[in-house]
């Protein structure tokens, strides 16, 4: 759940682009499109052969995509790649974990400016990734389909409303036995963010996390599931550039709890599996057959209905 937290809030930077146009920092990231055309007019703008690479990696962190496709209130051609690239971006650093010097903060502030107006007056923005792949190093993360949908809201203190899916999530190469055999392949997740902390969180996700980065987020509804495996949840989140920094609240249920179990088991995550019998024990059976819990993240520790769990 945590780490969906992290991975929704990607979908606000969906939105970055302005009139003007704000060139991607070679030093960053460097892109290249195949194909790009605006099939529906203005306002549209959709790309075949999406490729980004982040700059002073020591392993190659790549984005390939095989069409791409943006959308925003009052935006133009140039704007609309602005918003492809930055969310690229995101996307990528927050999957791969690189952080590179080379994002400059300047670079966020100057594209993400004049998207606050339009968030501010309601506007919505959305962008679509189909076959994407991701990798880092020997690591390859994939997914059939990405879709970020952000509608802002007429007033200068309601937060943003987020909403994030991905389809079809499978991953290759990897030495995390669990995260192999517990990913997600399918997820959705809405959420509402201020919109003043949406640049803050993009320094923080793509460059060198500062200390005092915090971002409220509040995740009205989460949904991931693996085969038979399902979680769903709500709650309440503080997002900073570093995972143990982070904390977060709220309430989750499993369908199939006993596949999740098998599942740890075996990945070799012997602690983890216990962990999750102790607290089937305290759970609560709903309706449909699933265990739900109130739990927390704080401080590196999970605690669930109070108790701290054994996860590391």
Same mark, same amino acid.
């Given at each position: 759940?945590?780490?969906?937290?992290?991975?929704?809030?990607?979908?606000?930077?969906?939105?970055?682009?302005?009139?003007?146009?704000?060139?991607?920092?070679?030093?960053?990231?460097?892109?290249?499109?195949?194909?790009?055309?605006?099939?529906?007019?203005?306002?549209?703008?959709?790309?075949?052969?999406?490729?980004?690479?982040?700059?002073?990696?020591?392993?190659?962190?790549?984005?390939?995509?095989?069409?791409?496709?943006?959308?925003?209130?009052?935006?133009?051609?140039?704007?609309?790649?602005?918003?492809?690239?930055?969310?690229?971006?995101?996307?990528?650093?927050?999957?791969?974990?690189?952080?590179?010097?080379?994002?400059?903060?300047?670079?966020?502030?100057?594209?993400?400016?004049?998207?606050?107006?339009?968030?501010?007056?309601?506007?919505?923005?959305?962008?679509?990734?189909?076959?994407? =792949?991701?990798?880092? +190093?020997? *690591? #390859?993360? /994939?997914?059939?389909?990405?879709?970020?949908? @952000?509608? &802002?809201? !007429? %007033?200068?203190?309601?937060?943003?409303?987020?909403?994030?899916?991905?389809?079809?999530?499978?991953?290759?190469?990897?030495?995390?036995?669990?995260?192999?055999?517990?990913?997600?392949?399918?997820?959705?997740?809405?959420?509402?963010?201020?919109?003043?902390?949406?640049?803050?969180?993009?320094?923080?996700?793509?460059?060198?996390?500062?200390?005092?980065?915090?971002?409220?987020?509040?995740?009205?509804?989460?949904?991931?599931?693996?085969?038979?495996?399902?979680?769903?949840?709500?709650?309440?989140?503080?997002?900073?550039?570093?995972?143990?920094?982070?904390?977060?609240?709220?309430?989750?249920?499993?369908?199939?709890?006993?596949?999740?179990?098998?599942? =740890?088991?075996?990945? +070799?995550? *012997? #602690?983890? /599996?216990?962990?999750?019998?102790?607290?089937? @024990?305290? &759970?609560? !059976? %709903?309706?449909?057959?699933?265990?739900?819990?109130?739990?927390?993240?704080?401080?590196?520790?999970?605690?669930?209905?109070?108790?701290?769990?054994?996860?590391?």
């Amino acid at each position: 759940m945590k780490k969906l937290f992290i991975t929704t809030v990607l979908a606000t930077l969906s939105c970055i682009g302005a009139a003007q146009a704000t060139a991607l920092p070679a030093t960053c990231a460097r892109v290249q499109v195949t194909d790009s055309s605006q099939p529906h007019g203005g306002g549209a703008l959709s790309g075949q052969g999406y490729d980004l690479a982040l700059a002073g990696g020591k392993t190659n962190q790549t984005f390939h995509a095989t069409d791409i496709s943006a959308s925003g209130t009052g935006m133009g051609p140039q704007a609309l790649r602005d918003m492809e690239d930055i969310a690229s971006l995101v996307l990528l650093s927050v999957m791969t974990g690189h952080h590179s010097e080379g994002c400059e903060p300047s670079y966020f502030a100057s594209a993400a400016a004049p998207v606050m107006d339009g968030l501010r007056a309601g506007g919505s923005y959305d962008l679509t990734w189909q076959g994407g =792949l991701l990798t880092n +190093g020997e *690591t #390859r993360l /994939s997914f059939r389909r990405a879709h970020l949908h @952000l509608v &802002g809201a !007429k %007033s200068d203190s309601a937060p943003a409303t987020l909403t994030l899916e991905t389809q079809g999530v499978g991953i290759t190469g990897s030495r995390n036995t669990l995260l192999a055999s517990a990913l997600p392949q399918q997820a959705t997740a809405k959420a509402a963010v201020p919109g003043s902390s949406l640049v803050p969180l993009a320094e923080a996700i793509t460059g060198r996390p500062p200390e005092n980065v915090m971002v409220p987020l509040h995740v009205s509804a989460l949904t991931a599931q693996r085969g038979a495996m399902q979680i769903t949840g709500n709650g309440d989140a503080n997002l900073t550039g570093h995972t143990d920094a982070s904390s977060a609240t709220g309430h989750i249920q499993v369908q199939n709890l006993e596949a999740v179990i098998d599942t =740890l088991r075996n990945a +070799g995550q *012997t #602690r983890a /599996s216990a962990a999750l019998i102790l607290a089937k @024990l305290f &759970g609560h !059976k %709903s309706a449909s057959g699933g265990t739900s819990w109130d739990v927390s993240w704080e401080g590196g520790v999970m605690t669930v209905n109070h108790i701290p769990l054994p996860i590391h």
